[in-house]
């Protein structure tokens, strides 16, 4: 509880804190509103007629230069009629801009003269507008007579009076624009003045302000230092441990020394530390579990933990190692423990940099995921393809590590290879499972879908395999090659099937002929045009001879050309695995 005394002197000095403030704070008003109304009137009046000066002297060049393409566009053989009259729109229109910007300057100039509230140079501003009064009446006139008769000279294809009436009109016009100039500095000048005279009533009032702050600040002083001894002390505490928090250190506590409101502070601070410790354990735990942007989103957006899921478009990946059974055969626990953990080391780096979700590790396979609340839906394509091609980049490295990571050469998994399937689509996602246990995670036919690609990829020789509506939002950053169109288990709709090739723009010439050649090859199977099919194929395995999709497109015209097929086959290929 905080001592009478105390509290006495914390109430004398706010009292007397408070008179001072409000003496300080009338006198600041006042001066602040006049400077306030100044500044108003250079900003809403001076300024734009400095604008509206400058635009006429704009508009009067882009006149002259209109003026000057008409003439070229009559003088032309053939004459440019649409040109010159497109020319004649924008010179007149340019006109009657002129009289708006004029009339719109001299209103602001009459409204500064009219504000008897404002040190304004009156008689200044007062030639300032008759000399535009001028300047519309008397010199625009003789140059509106002048273009006129030029015009006319145009119209009638009197191109020697156009030549000689050219300079007079120049000449005018030279003058307009010197006048216009004039008039500019004139009011540039009335312009200035306005800033010096708020220049000067700033200084006035930021000294005032500065000996009334200044007062203020020494009185508070004097008093402040009959009461903060041991407040202070505690204050300072307080300040060094959140300091300490701010810098991640969770395990400095703070001493309570009083009973008073601080020492109550101090106290809460110290139990919030102790939360933020539990909060940060748990973030480091679970974040080697489940990724730590699901992690952070179910610790601080609640909404990501609703039961009832949201249906969104998004992109899956399934990534598993070719022959992993049969090649892992052999091996010691301890080494296979090892490879694997390279073997996800390796492969989720790829994932985490492009933005991924893994889902899960399933086994040897990684399941992974792209999508909304995490990334854009009109990035999450592109994405998954930049990850699948890093994913399959990093398999040299894996392979060049084992033999260091067993301590044995000439193993058979030096001889792994990936297979990756990749699916866009709409699908459920949410924290999902059973009243004791839950996942957040997506389900779907996407999820379905990059399954299936994830094993087609036996059939076709591939390394990744991903879904039409993948390429389609990520064509632009890719190359690829259609590769067939399939009915994968669990569906009946016939699904087209793309391999991710590289990059955009970095495809080697001889992978390029193998996609076109393929390309080939493939429109005349589905057009049962066997020979040419097998002859676009062996030009495919002539520049990549171990083409996976070409050898098993090969293999399958052959067996049709040995049995047709049926009148309503329509080239689709049934996988069932």
Same mark, same amino acid.
């Given at each position: ?373 995490? @990334?854009? =839906?009109?990035?999450? !394509?592109?994405? %998954? ?6 994913? $399959? *980049? /990093? #398999? ?69 395999? @991903?879904? =039409?509506?993948?390429? !389609?939002?990520? %064509? ?6 259609? $590769? *067939? /169109? #399939? ?91």
């Amino acid at each position: 509880m905080i001592k009478q005394s105390i509290r006495r002197r914390i109430v004398a000095i706010a009292a007397g804190l408070i008179v001072l403030m409000m003496a300080t704070s009338v006198l600041s008003m006042v001066m602040v509103g006049r400077l306030g109304h100044l500044l108003d009137e250079l900003t809403a009046k001076y300024n734009p007629a400095n604008e509206h000066l400058m635009r006429i002297h704009v508009l009067s060049l882009e006149r002259a230069l209109a003026l000057r393409r008409m003439v070229i566009a009559k003088m032309q053989d053939p004459p440019d009629e649409i040109g010159y009259k497109a020319r004649k729109e924008m010179y007149d229109a340019k006109g009657a801009e002129v009289d708006r910007e004029a009339q719109a300057t001299r209103s602001l100039i009459n409204a500064v003269i009219s504000d008897t509230n404002t040190p304004s140079d009156n008689a200044a501003l007062a030639r300032v507008d008759s000399r535009i009064d001028s300047l519309l009446s008397d010199g625009r006139s003789l140059l509106r007579r002048e273009t006129g008769e030029l015009l006319s000279l145009l119209d009638t294809r009197d191109f020697a009076g156009v030549r000689d009436r050219l300079p007079r009109v120049d000449a005018l016009r030279d003058q307009l624009d010197q006048r216009i100039d004039t008039l500019r500095q004139e009011m540039l000048e009335v312009s200035h003045g306005a800033i010096a005279t708020i220049r000067k009533e700033q200084s006035q009032a930021v000294l005032i302000s500065a000996i009334a702050t200044l007062l203020a600040a020494v009185l508070g002083l004097i008093f402040a230092n009959l009461v903060s001894g041991g407040i202070i002390r505690s204050v300072r505490g307080l300040l060094e441990g959140t300091r300490a928090v701010e810098a991640g250190h969770l395990d400095q506590p703070i001493a309570v020394t009083t009973r008073d409101e601080i020492g109550e502070l101090a106290a809460a601070f110290n139990r919030m530390v102790v939360q933020l410790r539990d909060n940060q354990r748990v973030r480091e735990t679970f974040g080697k579990y489940i990724d730590p942007r699901v992690v952070e989103g179910l610790i601080d957006r609640p909404n990501l933990t609703a039961a009832e899921g949201q249906r969104r478009l998004m992109t899956v990946l399934f990534c598993d190692l070719r022959g992993f059974t049969s090649l892992s055969e052999g091996l010691m626990p301890q080494g296979l423990v090892k490879v694997m953990n390279r073997y996800f080391s390796l492969m989720s780096e790829p994932i985490r940099t492009n933005r991924g979700i893994i889902d899960k590790y399933i086994g040897d396979g990684i399941m992974a995921y792209w999508g909304p609340p995490f @990334v854009d =839906e009109t990035d999450h !394509a592109r994405l %998954a393809c930049l990850a699948t091609l890093d994913m $399959i *980049d /990093r #398999i040299e490295t894996l392979r060049r590590e084992i033999p260091d990571l067993l301590g044995v050469r000439g193993t058979p998994i030096e001889k792994c290879d990936l297979r990756i399937g990749v699916a866009t689509g709409e699908a459920l996602v949410g924290s999902i499972g059973s009243d004791i246990m839950m996942s957040y995670t997506v389900m779907g036919d996407a999820v379905n879908l990059a399954s299936r690609l994830e094993g087609a990829n036996k059939v076709y020789g591939t390394r990744n395999l @991903v879904s =039409e509506k993948t390429i !389609a939002a990520a %064509a632009t950053a890719l190359e690829f090659r259609e $590769i *067939d /169109r #399939i009915v994968v288990a669990g569906q009946t709709r016939p699904e087209v099937i793309f391999e991710v090739l590289g990059r955009s723009g970095e495809l080697t010439p001889e992978r390029m002929a193998l996609r076109d050649s393929y390309r080939e090859a493939l429109a005349a199977y589905r057009e049962r045009r066997w020979d040419d099919a097998l002859g676009a194929l062996k030009a495919s395995l002539e520049i990549i001879p171990d083409d996976g999709p070409s050898l098993g497109l090969l293999a399958r015209i052959e067996n049709l050309k040995a049995k047709p097929p049926s009148h309503d086959w329509d080239g689709s290929w049934r996988i069932e695995k």
